[in-house]
C-alpha cells in the first residue's frame, strides 16, 4: 500500500473533518474547541500526547519499533477575526474565520498522523506532531519551543517540516532552499510640533505634511537605500493626526509594516530609519520618536532539506507536481522559529478549486478565500513522506 493510495482512503474522513473545524474557526492562543476536536481525532492512535501549558497547543509524539532521529511536523490551527464572505455551505457564523487555511493544515496532519501510525513497525525513530495555536496572533510557535516542542520525543528533532495552502494549482507543490518568506517587522513613528489656529500656520508647528512627507520619503528609502539584491517593503498603513478640522494638531504618527529577506536588512533599517525620520521632522521644526519592532524572523528553507524534500515530492507525486520558487514571498510564517532553532523545510501547495482560474482566486486572509479540500490525502501523504525520510528503518 503507497502513502497516497492509503491517503485517499482517508480522504472523505479528513474533508468531513476539515469541513467541522471550518464551520467553527478560533483565533489566538486559547482554542479550547479546536484542541478538543485534535484530542479526539489522535485518541486512537498509538501517540504520547500533550497539551500546552500556556496556550491550548497538542505535542503528540509517535515512536517508532526501533531506536533512531527524531522528526517533527507542524500545523498551525488558528483562525482570523474575519467575518466570512465565502457563501461556502459549512461556512462560518460570527466573526471568525479559516482564511489562511489552517483548517486544512490541521486536517492534514491528522492524516499523517493515521499514515504514520499505521506504518509503525517501520520506523526506526520518532515522529513529533506540533499542533499550534496563535500562528496569526503573534507567534504560537516560539511559545511551544520554550515549552519544549523540539525535545518532546526526548533527543532534539533533526529536522521540522510544514506544508501551507495557498492559492496556486490544485496539489501543486512548491518551496525552495534558502529564504523562503519574508521576516516581519513594525514601524511606528510619533510626529510633535506645536498645535494651533487651522487659520494662523506660521504660528503653529504643523506635523501633518510632515506625516505627508515621511510616506513619500519611506519609499523613496527602499528604492535609493537599500540594495536590490536584499530588497525590503515598507507599506505605510496607518496614519492619524488632528480630530478637529480647523484645529493643528500638536501631535501626528503613522504606522507601516516592513518586510525584510534578512537579518542585515533589519539592522540596516534598524539604524538608518530613526535617523532619516528624525532629520525630516527636524527641518519642519518638529521632534520625532521612532520605534522598529521586529517580529517574525525570515523563513528560511535548509539547503539540504529543501532539496530532499522536493525529490520526495517528485517520487511520491511525479515531477509535475513540485516546482521550484524562483524568488520568496514577502508574506510571513512563524514557523520561521522553528527553522531557527533546527534544519527543515515550509512547503506550499496550492489549493484552487478546480473550475477556478489560481490568478482570479482571492489570496489568503480575504474574507473570500477558498481552498480545495480535495488536496487533503495528498497533504496528508507528503507530510508522512518528508517524515519518513528521516525514520524509516
Ligand atoms: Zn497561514
Known amino acids: 500500500m503507497t502513502l497516497r493510495t492509503d491517503a485517499a482512503r482517508l480522504l472523505p474522513d479528513l474533508v468531513r473533518l476539515r469541513r467541522r473545524l471550518h464551520a467553527d474557526p478560533e483565533v489566538g492562543f486559547d482554542l479550547p474547541r479546536t484542541q478538543a476536536t485534535v484530542l479526539a481525532e489522535l485518541d486512537a492512535l498509538p501517540l504520547e500526547v500533550m497539551t500546552g501549558r500556556t496556550l491550548s497547543s497538542v505535542t503528540a509524539v509517535l515512536r517508532g519499533a526501533a531506536p533512531g532521529p527524531a522528526v517533527l511536523l507542524r500545523a498551525d490551527m488558528d483562525a482570523l477575526p474575519i467575518v466570512e464572505q465565502t457563501g461556502l455551505a459549512f461556512s462560518a457564523s460570527g466573526g471568525a474565520m479559516h482564511a489562511c487555511g489552517h483548517d486544512l493544515h490541521t486536517a492534514g496532519l491528522i492524516g499523517a498522523a493515521r499514515l504514520l501510525a499505521?506504518?509503525?513497525?517501520?520506523?526506526?525513530?520518532?515522529?513529533?506532531?506540533?499542533?499550534?495555536?496563535?500562528?496569526?496572533?503573534?507567534?504560537?510557535?516560539?511559545?511551544?519551543?520554550?515549552?519544549?516542542?523540539?525535545?518532546?520525543?526526548?533527543?532534539?528533532?533533526?529536522?521540522?517540516?510544514?506544508?501551507?495552502?495557498?492559492?496556486?494549482?490544485?496539489?501543486?507543490?512548491?518551496?525552495?532552499?534558502?529564504?523562503?518568506?519574508?521576516?516581519?517587522?513594525?514601524?511606528?513613528?510619533?510626529?510633535?510640533?506645536?498645535?494651533?489656529?487651522?487659520?494662523?500656520?506660521?504660528?503653529?508647528?504643523?506635523?501633518?505634511?510632515?506625516?505627508a512627507e515621511l510616506v513619500l520619503a519611506l519609499?523613496?528609502?527602499?528604492?535609493?537605500?537599500?540594495?536590490?539584491?536584499?530588497?525590503?517593503?515598507?507599506?505605510?498603513?496607518?496614519?492619524?493626526?488632528?480630530?478637529?478640522?480647523?484645529?493643528?494638531?500638536?501631535?501626528?504618527?503613522?504606522?507601516?509594516?516592513?518586510?525584510?529577506?534578512?537579518?542585515?536588512?533589519?539592522?540596516?533599517?534598524?539604524?538608518?530609519?530613526?535617523?532619516?525620520?528624525?532629520?525630516?521632522?527636524?527641518?519642519?521644526?518638529?521632534?520625532?520618536?521612532?520605534?522598529?519592532?521586529?517580529?517574525?524572523?525570515?523563513?528560511?528553507?535548509?539547503?539540504?532539506c529543501a532539496i530532499a524534500a522536493r525529490d520526495v515530492l517528485r517520487s511520491e507525486f511525479g515531477p509535475e507536481r513540485v516546482e521550484t520558487l524562483e524568488s520568496p514571498i514577502?508574506?510571513?510564517?512563524?514557523?520561521?522559529?522553528?527553522?531557527?532553532?533546527?534544519?527543515?523545510?515550509?512547503?506550499?501547495?496550492?489549493?484552487?478549486?478546480?473550475?477556478?482560474?489560481?490568478?482570479?482566486?482571492?489570496?489568503?486572509?480575504?474574507?473570500?478565500?477558498?481552498?480545495?479540500?480535495?488536496?487533503l490525502g495528498d497533504q496528508a501523504a507528503a507530510l508522512a513522506a518528508l517524515a519518513l525520510r528521516h525514520v524509516t528503518g
Open 219 to 304: 519609499q523613496t528609502y527602499t528604492t535609493r537605500r537599500v540594495p536590490v539584491s536584499d530588497p525590503v517593503v515598507i507599506s505605510v498603513t496607518r496614519l492619524h493626526a488632528g480630530d478637529a478640522v480647523n484645529v493643528i494638531p500638536d501631535n501626528a504618527g503613522l504606522s507601516a509594516s516592513v518586510r525584510t529577506l534578512s537579518a542585515t536588512a533589519v539592522k540596516r533599517l534598524r539604524l538608518e530609519l530613526p535617523v532619516l525620520v528624525r532629520e525630516i521632522a527636524a527641518a519642519y521644526g518638529c521632534r520625532a520618536e521612532t520605534t522598529f519592532e521586529v517580529g517574525y524572523p525570515v523563513t528560511v528553507n535548509d539547503a539540504v
Open 118 to 211: 499505521a506504518r509503525r513497525e517501520r520506523i526506526a525513530g520518532s515522529v513529533v506532531l506540533m499542533f499550534q495555536p496563535g500562528e496569526e496572533a503573534g507567534g504560537g510557535a516560539p511559545r511551544m519551543i520554550a515549552e519544549g516542542v523540539l525535545d518532546a520525543a526526548g533527543p532534539r528533532v533533526c529536522a521540522a517540516y510544514g506544508i501551507h495552502v495557498l492559492p496556486g494549482r490544485s496539489g501543486v507543490f512548491s518551496t525552495r532552499p534558502g529564504p523562503l518568506m519574508a521576516g516581519a517587522n513594525l514601524l511606528h513613528v510619533q510626529i510633535t510640533g506645536r498645535g494651533g489656529h487651522g487659520s494662523r500656520p506660521h504660528q503653529a508647528v504643523d506635523p501633518v505634511p510632515v506625516l
Open 330 to 375: 514577502m508574506a510571513s510564517e512563524d514557523f520561521s522559529f522553528v527553522l531557527d532553532e533546527v534544519p527543515g523545510a515550509f512547503v506550499f501547495v496550492g489549493a484552487t478549486p478546480t473550475g477556478m482560474r489560481p490568478e482570479d482566486a482571492e489570496m489568503n486572509h480575504s474574507p473570500r478565500a477558498v481552498f480545495d479540500d480535495a488536496i
